[in-house]
Protein backbone atom coordinates (compact mmCIF):
# COMPACT_ATOMS: atom_id res chain seq x y z
CA UNK A 1 0.00 0.00 0.00
CA UNK A 2 2.69 2.10 1.17
CA UNK A 3 4.43 1.58 -2.30
CA UNK A 4 0.95 2.58 -4.25
CA UNK A 5 0.72 5.63 -2.61
CA UNK A 6 4.60 6.80 -3.37
CA UNK A 7 3.85 5.73 -6.95
CA UNK A 8 0.81 7.85 -7.10
CA UNK A 9 2.73 10.47 -5.36
CA UNK A 10 5.13 10.30 -7.91
CA UNK A 11 2.92 10.29 -11.03
CA UNK A 12 1.09 13.59 -9.56
CA UNK A 13 4.26 15.49 -9.40
CA UNK A 14 5.16 14.75 -12.95
CA UNK A 15 1.72 15.65 -13.88
CA UNK A 16 2.38 18.99 -11.76
CA UNK A 17 5.65 19.40 -13.68
CA UNK A 18 4.60 18.60 -17.20
CA UNK A 19 1.21 21.12 -16.53
CA UNK A 20 3.49 23.89 -15.42
CA UNK A 21 6.42 22.91 -18.45
CA UNK A 22 3.55 23.79 -20.62
CA UNK A 23 2.05 26.38 -19.18
CA UNK A 24 5.74 28.15 -19.30
CA UNK A 25 6.30 26.81 -22.92
CA UNK A 26 3.01 28.71 -23.63
CA UNK A 27 4.23 32.01 -21.70
CA UNK A 28 7.28 31.82 -24.06
CA UNK A 29 5.61 30.96 -27.32
CA UNK A 30 3.17 33.90 -26.74
CA UNK A 31 5.89 36.37 -26.10
CA UNK A 32 7.65 35.30 -29.07
CA UNK A 33 4.44 35.45 -31.10
CA UNK A 34 3.67 39.10 -29.63
CA UNK A 35 6.89 39.91 -31.22
CA UNK A 36 6.75 37.99 -34.51
CA UNK A 37 3.27 39.50 -35.34
CA UNK A 38 1.43 36.58 -34.81
CA UNK A 39 -1.53 38.09 -33.31
CA UNK A 40 -4.34 39.32 -35.79
CA UNK A 41 -7.98 40.78 -35.02
CA UNK A 42 -10.95 39.35 -36.21
CA UNK A 43 -14.11 41.81 -36.34
CA UNK A 44 -17.51 40.41 -35.66
CA UNK A 45 -20.04 42.69 -37.04
CA UNK A 46 -22.93 44.02 -34.85
CA UNK A 47 -26.45 44.43 -36.41
CA UNK A 48 -28.95 47.91 -35.76
CA UNK A 49 -32.04 45.19 -36.37
CA UNK A 50 -34.18 48.37 -37.30
CA UNK A 51 -32.52 48.98 -41.02
CA UNK A 52 -29.52 50.19 -39.63
CA UNK A 53 -27.20 47.43 -41.00
CA UNK A 54 -23.80 46.72 -39.61
CA UNK A 55 -23.63 49.68 -36.79
CA UNK A 56 -20.41 48.03 -34.93
CA UNK A 57 -17.57 45.88 -35.01
CA UNK A 58 -16.21 43.94 -32.05
CA UNK A 59 -12.42 43.33 -32.63
CA UNK A 60 -11.98 39.53 -31.46
CA UNK A 61 -7.99 38.52 -31.17
CA UNK A 62 -6.69 35.53 -32.22
CA UNK A 63 -3.55 33.94 -32.51
CA UNK A 64 -1.81 32.30 -35.31
CA UNK A 65 0.48 29.77 -34.31
CA UNK A 66 2.08 27.81 -37.40
CA UNK A 67 -0.93 26.77 -39.49
CA UNK A 68 -3.06 26.79 -35.97
CA UNK A 69 -5.57 29.68 -35.09
CA UNK A 70 -5.55 29.49 -31.45
CA UNK A 71 -8.66 31.27 -30.02
CA UNK A 72 -8.64 33.47 -27.21
CA UNK A 73 -9.82 30.96 -24.32
CA UNK A 74 -6.77 28.97 -24.32
CA UNK A 75 -4.26 31.89 -24.34
CA UNK A 76 -5.97 34.95 -22.43
CA UNK A 77 -6.35 33.34 -19.03
CA UNK A 78 -2.45 32.58 -19.52
CA UNK A 79 -1.55 36.07 -20.72
CA UNK A 80 -3.78 37.02 -17.81
CA UNK A 81 -1.62 35.45 -14.73
CA UNK A 82 1.83 35.84 -16.65
CA UNK A 83 1.35 39.40 -16.93
CA UNK A 84 1.63 39.56 -20.66
CA UNK A 85 -2.04 40.42 -21.10
CA UNK A 86 -0.50 44.06 -20.82
CA UNK A 87 1.42 43.41 -24.08
CA UNK A 88 -1.73 41.97 -25.95
CA UNK A 89 -4.44 44.35 -24.80
CA UNK A 90 -1.99 47.52 -25.83
CA UNK A 91 -1.32 45.22 -29.07
CA UNK A 92 -5.29 44.93 -30.07
CA UNK A 93 -5.82 48.17 -29.07
CA UNK A 94 -3.11 49.63 -31.62
CA UNK A 95 -4.08 47.68 -33.94
CA UNK A 96 -7.71 48.36 -33.82
CA UNK A 97 -7.57 51.88 -34.23
CA UNK A 98 -4.88 51.52 -36.48
CA UNK A 99 -7.23 50.01 -38.58
CA UNK A 100 -9.65 52.37 -38.28
CA UNK A 101 -7.46 54.78 -39.56
CA UNK A 102 -6.88 52.76 -42.35
CA UNK A 103 -10.35 52.63 -42.67
CA UNK A 104 -10.73 56.73 -42.72
CA UNK A 105 -7.78 57.14 -45.28
CA UNK A 106 -9.48 54.75 -47.99
CA UNK A 107 -12.79 57.04 -47.16
CA UNK A 108 -14.59 53.92 -46.14
CA UNK A 109 -17.68 53.88 -44.46
CA UNK A 110 -16.59 54.15 -40.48
CA UNK A 111 -18.17 51.56 -38.24
CA UNK A 112 -17.20 52.12 -34.38
CA UNK A 113 -14.98 49.43 -33.34
CA UNK A 114 -15.12 47.66 -29.31
CA UNK A 115 -12.17 46.06 -28.12
CA UNK A 116 -11.77 43.68 -24.84
CA UNK A 117 -9.57 44.88 -22.11
CA UNK A 118 -8.52 42.28 -19.24
CA UNK A 119 -9.85 43.70 -16.02
CA UNK A 120 -6.27 43.88 -15.03
CA UNK A 121 -5.14 46.06 -17.23
CA UNK A 122 -8.01 47.91 -16.85
CA UNK A 123 -7.02 48.83 -13.32
CA UNK A 124 -4.10 50.20 -14.39
CA UNK A 125 -3.48 54.09 -14.54
CA UNK A 126 -1.35 53.30 -17.56
CA UNK A 127 -4.51 51.80 -19.48
CA UNK A 128 -5.72 55.48 -19.96
CA UNK A 129 -2.48 56.79 -20.77
CA UNK A 130 -1.94 54.10 -23.48
CA UNK A 131 -4.97 54.49 -25.35
CA UNK A 132 -4.82 58.66 -25.02
CA UNK A 133 -1.40 58.38 -26.84
CA UNK A 134 -3.21 55.26 -28.95
CA UNK A 135 -5.96 57.90 -30.12
CA UNK A 136 -3.27 60.75 -30.79
CA UNK A 137 -0.74 58.32 -32.71
CA UNK A 138 -3.85 57.00 -34.84
CA UNK A 139 -5.77 60.17 -35.11
CA UNK A 140 -8.99 58.45 -35.65
CA UNK A 141 -11.94 60.14 -33.95
CA UNK A 142 -12.43 59.06 -30.36
CA UNK A 143 -16.05 58.58 -30.59
CA UNK A 144 -14.66 55.35 -33.23
CA UNK A 145 -13.55 53.20 -30.44
CA UNK A 146 -15.32 51.71 -27.79
CA UNK A 147 -13.91 49.66 -24.54
CA UNK A 148 -15.78 46.62 -23.28
CA UNK A 149 -15.10 46.04 -19.62
CA UNK A 150 -16.63 42.86 -17.78
CA UNK A 151 -19.03 43.70 -14.67
CA UNK A 152 -16.81 41.60 -12.86
CA UNK A 153 -13.91 44.04 -13.45
CA UNK A 154 -15.91 46.86 -12.31
CA UNK A 155 -17.16 45.20 -9.10
CA UNK A 156 -13.64 44.34 -8.19
CA UNK A 157 -12.45 47.75 -7.68
CA UNK A 158 -15.41 49.99 -8.19
CA UNK A 159 -13.86 53.11 -7.13
CA UNK A 160 -10.44 52.50 -9.54
CA UNK A 161 -12.78 51.44 -12.52
CA UNK A 162 -14.69 54.49 -12.35
CA UNK A 163 -11.91 56.59 -12.35
CA UNK A 164 -10.42 55.09 -15.21
CA UNK A 165 -14.12 55.16 -16.90
CA UNK A 166 -14.46 58.97 -16.41
CA UNK A 167 -11.51 59.70 -17.85
CA UNK A 168 -11.56 57.35 -20.46
CA UNK A 169 -15.31 58.78 -21.53
CA UNK A 170 -13.72 62.46 -20.97
CA UNK A 171 -11.74 61.87 -24.12
CA UNK A 172 -14.69 60.92 -26.09
CA UNK A 173 -14.30 57.16 -25.79
CA UNK A 174 -17.07 55.06 -25.62
CA UNK A 175 -17.56 52.37 -22.80
CA UNK A 176 -19.56 49.22 -23.10
CA UNK A 177 -20.17 46.64 -20.14
CA UNK A 178 -19.91 43.05 -21.34
CA UNK A 179 -21.23 39.71 -20.53
CA UNK A 180 -23.81 41.48 -18.47
CA UNK A 181 -25.70 38.95 -15.98
CA UNK A 182 -22.69 36.35 -15.46
CA UNK A 183 -21.13 38.79 -12.27
CA UNK A 184 -22.43 40.31 -9.50
CA UNK A 185 -23.10 43.63 -10.05
CA UNK A 186 -25.36 45.35 -8.68
CA UNK A 187 -28.31 47.82 -10.66
CA UNK A 188 -26.71 50.48 -9.15
CA UNK A 189 -23.24 50.49 -10.40
CA UNK A 190 -25.05 50.77 -13.56
CA UNK A 191 -26.38 54.29 -12.64
CA UNK A 192 -23.40 54.78 -11.27
CA UNK A 193 -21.04 54.14 -14.36
CA UNK A 194 -20.97 55.80 -17.64
CA UNK A 195 -21.45 53.05 -19.92
CA UNK A 196 -22.76 53.58 -23.33
CA UNK A 197 -24.03 50.05 -23.86
CA UNK A 198 -24.76 46.87 -21.90
CA UNK A 199 -24.26 43.02 -23.42
CA UNK A 200 -26.46 40.66 -22.46
CA UNK A 201 -24.32 37.40 -22.10
CA UNK A 202 -24.59 34.93 -24.38
CA UNK A 203 -25.52 32.39 -21.90
CA UNK A 204 -28.73 34.12 -21.35
CA UNK A 205 -29.50 34.53 -25.21
CA UNK A 206 -29.19 30.81 -25.78
CA UNK A 207 -32.29 29.84 -24.19
CA UNK A 208 -34.39 32.53 -24.59
CA UNK A 209 -36.99 30.82 -26.69
CA UNK A 210 -37.44 28.04 -24.39
CA UNK A 211 -36.91 29.24 -21.16
CA UNK A 212 -39.89 31.77 -19.70
CA UNK A 213 -37.63 32.72 -16.78
CA UNK A 214 -34.56 33.58 -19.16
CA UNK A 215 -36.86 35.47 -21.44
CA UNK A 216 -38.15 37.74 -18.73
CA UNK A 217 -34.10 38.60 -17.66
CA UNK A 218 -33.89 39.44 -20.95
CA UNK A 219 -36.99 41.79 -20.76
CA UNK A 220 -36.08 43.15 -17.63
CA UNK A 221 -32.33 43.92 -18.52
CA UNK A 222 -33.85 45.68 -21.91
CA UNK A 223 -36.25 47.68 -19.80
CA UNK A 224 -33.56 48.41 -17.33
CA UNK A 225 -31.47 50.29 -20.49
CA UNK A 226 -34.18 51.76 -21.96
CA UNK A 227 -34.62 53.90 -18.41
CA UNK A 228 -31.33 54.54 -18.00
CA UNK A 229 -30.81 55.52 -21.89
CA UNK A 230 -28.15 52.80 -22.30
CA UNK A 231 -28.32 50.68 -25.43
CA UNK A 232 -28.62 46.73 -25.42
CA UNK A 233 -26.60 44.43 -27.37
CA UNK A 234 -27.32 40.77 -27.35
CA UNK A 235 -24.25 38.46 -28.13
CA UNK A 236 -24.54 34.61 -29.07
CA UNK A 237 -27.54 35.52 -31.44
CA UNK A 238 -27.33 32.13 -33.33
CA UNK A 239 -30.88 31.58 -34.73
CA UNK A 240 -33.82 33.47 -36.30
CA UNK A 241 -36.44 32.56 -32.92
CA UNK A 242 -33.49 34.38 -30.69
CA UNK A 243 -32.97 37.27 -33.14
CA UNK A 244 -37.17 37.57 -33.27
CA UNK A 245 -37.52 37.63 -29.48
CA UNK A 246 -35.02 39.84 -29.32
CA UNK A 247 -36.39 42.62 -31.73
CA UNK A 248 -39.55 42.15 -30.37
CA UNK A 249 -38.15 42.59 -26.74
CA UNK A 250 -36.79 46.36 -28.02
CA UNK A 251 -33.21 44.95 -28.26
CA UNK A 252 -30.34 47.77 -29.65
CA UNK A 253 -28.41 46.07 -31.58
CA UNK A 254 -27.42 42.07 -32.82
CA UNK A 255 -24.73 40.19 -32.63
CA UNK A 256 -24.13 36.48 -33.16
CA UNK A 257 -23.27 34.09 -36.00
CA UNK A 258 -27.30 34.41 -37.18
CA UNK A 259 -26.09 37.96 -38.48
CA UNK A 260 -22.25 37.17 -38.94
CA UNK A 261 -19.38 35.23 -37.45
CA UNK A 262 -15.97 36.95 -36.34
CA UNK A 263 -14.64 37.58 -39.67
CA UNK A 264 -10.71 38.77 -41.18
CA UNK A 265 -10.51 42.13 -41.80
CA UNK A 266 -10.49 41.56 -45.62
CA UNK A 267 -13.93 39.33 -45.39
CA UNK A 268 -15.55 42.24 -42.66
CA UNK A 269 -14.86 44.52 -45.20
CA UNK A 270 -16.92 42.71 -48.22
CA UNK A 271 -19.70 41.97 -45.50
CA UNK A 272 -19.83 45.36 -45.11
CA UNK A 273 -20.36 46.19 -48.38
CA UNK A 274 -22.85 44.08 -49.02
CA UNK A 275 -24.72 45.10 -45.72
CA UNK A 276 -27.01 47.00 -47.42
CA UNK A 277 -28.93 43.57 -48.55
CA UNK A 278 -30.14 43.59 -44.44
P1 LIG B 1 -16.59 37.88 -25.34
O1 LIG B 1 -16.04 39.26 -25.17
O2 LIG B 1 -17.84 37.57 -24.61
O3 LIG B 1 -16.76 37.67 -26.93
C1 LIG B 1 -17.81 36.94 -27.52
C2 LIG B 1 -17.39 35.55 -27.90
O4 LIG B 1 -18.52 34.86 -28.45
C3 LIG B 1 -16.32 35.49 -28.99
O5 LIG B 1 -15.51 34.35 -28.74
C4 LIG B 1 -17.16 35.26 -30.25
O6 LIG B 1 -16.43 34.67 -31.31
C5 LIG B 1 -18.20 34.34 -29.71
N1 LIG B 1 -19.43 34.35 -30.53
C6 LIG B 1 -19.85 35.31 -31.38
N2 LIG B 1 -21.07 35.00 -31.91
C7 LIG B 1 -21.41 33.83 -31.36
C8 LIG B 1 -22.59 32.98 -31.50
O7 LIG B 1 -23.54 33.27 -32.23
N3 LIG B 1 -22.62 31.84 -30.76
C9 LIG B 1 -21.59 31.49 -29.91
N4 LIG B 1 -21.70 30.36 -29.23
N5 LIG B 1 -20.48 32.26 -29.77
C10 LIG B 1 -20.40 33.42 -30.47
P2 LIG B 1 -13.94 34.41 -28.88
O8 LIG B 1 -13.55 35.25 -30.05
O9 LIG B 1 -13.45 33.01 -28.82
O10 LIG B 1 -13.50 35.19 -27.58
C11 LIG B 1 -13.73 34.63 -26.31
C12 LIG B 1 -13.44 35.60 -25.21
O11 LIG B 1 -12.05 35.94 -25.18
C13 LIG B 1 -14.16 36.93 -25.37
O12 LIG B 1 -15.48 36.79 -24.89
C14 LIG B 1 -13.31 37.85 -24.55
O13 LIG B 1 -13.64 37.76 -23.18
C15 LIG B 1 -11.92 37.27 -24.75
N6 LIG B 1 -11.22 38.07 -25.77
C16 LIG B 1 -11.34 38.03 -27.11
N7 LIG B 1 -10.53 38.94 -27.70
C17 LIG B 1 -9.90 39.59 -26.68
C18 LIG B 1 -8.93 40.66 -26.63
O14 LIG B 1 -8.50 41.23 -27.64
N8 LIG B 1 -8.49 41.06 -25.38
C19 LIG B 1 -8.98 40.48 -24.24
N9 LIG B 1 -8.51 40.91 -23.06
N10 LIG B 1 -9.89 39.47 -24.25
C20 LIG B 1 -10.35 39.04 -25.45
CA1 LIG C 1 -16.67 41.29 -25.55
CA1 LIG D 1 -19.73 37.13 -23.33
CA1 LIG E 1 -15.79 39.04 -22.26
Known sequence: AKERGRNRICSYTQEMNESIQKRVQMEQDLRRGIENGELEL?????????????VGLEALVRWRKGDRMVP???????????????EVDAWVLRAACLQLKMWRDQKQQMVPVSVNLSPRQFQD?????????????????????????????VMHNAEEALRTMTQL????????????????????????????????????????TNDPQ?????????????????????????TVEQYSFLVRAGCDLIQGYFYSPPLPVAACMHFLQEDHLW
Do not use: W
Not at 42 to 54: C, N, S, T
Not at 74 to 79: D, L, M, T, V
Not at 188 to 200: A, G, R
Open 72 to 86: PLEFIPIAEETGLIT
Open 214 to 238: EAAIIRAIIGLGKTLGIKIVAEGVE
Open 125 to 153: AYCVELVRKVLQESNIEPGCLKIEVTESM
Open 42 to 54: YYQPQLDPHGGGA
Open 169 to 208: KAMGVQLSMDDFGTGYSSLSYLKMFPFDQLKIDKSFVRNV
